[in-house]
């Protein structure tokens, strides 16, 4: 990947760049072509300001032009920043044409995004208190490919709670951590795994909610972990980071406790990992380096540790990373105000 340092919705061979108004965090890939093959794919994206009014744009991405253009109609205004979006999976069959979109924050947020109206109607604003008309920040969520009904949430309250955004009811609560939850993935219909600022990475099973599996243990007690991503193409494999830590850790869940690799060629806090869409082994993390790396997961890791296969630097930290599974030659990075895909 070359190096660019584009200006507003500009492009070179291997990556196009969306200048937003404002800070960019949230990011997602809809996984439905347009209605209008014109415009591409969706891309949404969330706004990081420290203020109650935050806003998610929808964008429409050409990747045979190699263009990105908002698409004005389909902004909308969101309550505080939202801390992750998801396009519903190509599983969940729906009567109507339009993509269905969530969101985390303050609550969990389902919108219907319909390109042939121009509207974003709100469909559902899910609580997951029992006791009160608010609900504890929510950090982070994953929606089930397997059970698209299904969508599983984490919170500072150290709870996950388990959805069904079709009765819109909660199917389960579980206390899952003894400090907050920072992120949430699943593996299978009824498995899924979470980690948290108390430094471990623990495995559910909806079948059996009284227990769950420790498969990770930070090596500094009490170090949070941030990020977790379960790779779809063998989900034998995890990847987490840690607080403040360059790593990458891979894990194997048939060998709890010791990692399978660490990947550290970042020389700054890793911020944001996805595993690719179409490899068991390739996986892509951004940090504060500025750099994206994608590495390939050898079967034995050297005794000099692994490089990356290819390194993309980018104009400033990168917070936000996520990799296109409708169209895997693409990722998306964000930074400060930029969104940016690059083709890989």
Not at 9 to 21: F, G, K, M, Q, W
Not at 37 to 42: K, M, V, Y
């Amino acid at each position: 990947m070359d190096n660019s340092a584009p200006d507003s919705l500009s492009r070179s061979e291997t990556a196009v760049t969306y200048d937003s108004p404002y800070p960019l965090y949230a990011m997602a890939f809809s996984s439905l072509r347009a209605a209008n093959t014109s415009s591409g794919h969706r891309i949404a994206v969330g706004s990081f300001l420290e203020d109650y009014n935050n806003r998610i744009d929808i964008l429409s991405f050409d990747s045979d032009s190699m263009t990105v253009k908002p698409l004005p109609n389909l902004s909308f205004e969101h309550p505080y920043p939202p801390t992750k979006l998801m396009f519903s999976p190509p599983s969940l069959r729906r009567p109507s044409s339009g993509d269905l979109l969530a969101s985390s924050g303050d609550f969990l947020r389902l919108w219907e995004i319909n390109e042939d109206s121009s509207t974003v109607e709100p469909i559902s604003v899910l609580n997951n208190s029992k006791t009160s008309e608010f609900c504890a920040p929510l950090t982070s969520f994953d929606w089930n490919d397997v059970e698209p009904k299904r969508l599983g949430t984490c919170s500072i309250d150290t709870t996950c709670t388990i959805w069904d955004i079709e009765k819109c009811v909660v199917e389960t609560q579980l206390i899952a951590h003894d400090k907050e939850v920072h992120d949430i993935a699943w593996g299978e219909a009824r498995v899924f795994a979470s980690v948290s600022a108390d430094g471990s990475v623990r495995i559910f099973d909806l079948r059996d909610k009284e227990h769950s599996t420790i498969i990770y243990e930070s090596p500094q007690p009490d170090t949070p972990l941030l990020r977790l991503a379960w790779n779809k193409q063998d989900l034998r494999y995890m990847a987490t980071i840690l607080m403040d830590s360059n790593k990458v850790v891979i894990l194997d869940i048939r060998s709890p406790t010791m990692p399978v690799a660490e990947l550290e060629r970042h020389q700054a806090s890793v911020n944001a990992i996805a595993w690719a869409p179409q490899s068991c082994k390739h996986i892509c993390s951004g940090g504060d380096d500025t750099q994206a790396l994608i590495w390939e997961l050898p079967t034995v890791a050297g005794p000099n540790g692994i490089d990356p296969m290819s390194v993309y630097s980018a104009g400033s930290e990168i917070n936000q990373l996520q990799w296109s599974s409708s169209q895997p030659d693409w990722i998306g990075i964000a930074f400060a105000n930029k969104m940016q895909l690059l083709r890989v």
